[in-house]
């Protein structure tokens, strides 16, 4: 089985900068899909980045200040996030997509971005 342990909320500035971090275990190779998706209260759970071998993919609202990267030694995907907006206070999940009916998520980090 897979387990996937998010790290690395908080509470931030706008304009501050966080850095979270997703530790897998089990079964994690480099070409299946993770990424780290995102919900506000009242709001439904968005795509924020992806990554896989050679490829990252960001939503609109996040290009230009968030950064996902993986380490597979570590089993380990992270998200850098810079000059962080009120908008982006939700809380944060990994997710890895193994194949269908085979994906996992994390239990989330809360990210909070207030003044």
């Known amino acids: 089985q897979v387990q996937l342990v998010e790290s690395g909320g908080g509470f931030v500035q706008p304009g501050g900068s966080l850095r979270l971090s997703c530790a897998g275990s089990?079964?994690?190779?480099?070409?299946?899909?993770m990424g780290w998706y995102r919900q506000a209260p009242g709001k439904q759970r968005e795509l924020v980045a992806t990554i896989t071998s050679g490829t990252t993919n960001y939503a609109d609202s996040v290009k230009g200040r968030f950064t996902i990267s993986r380490d597979n030694a570590k089993n380990t995907v992270y998200l850098q996030m810079d000059s962080l907006k009120p908008e982006d206070t939700a809380v944060y999940y990994c997710?890895?997509?193994?194949?269908?009916?085979?994906?996992?998520w994390g239990q989330g980090t809360q990210v909070t971005v207030s003044s």
């Open positions: 997710h890895l997509n193994r194949g269908y009916r085979d994906t996992y």
């Open positions: 089990g079964s994690i190779f480099s070409f299946y899909t």
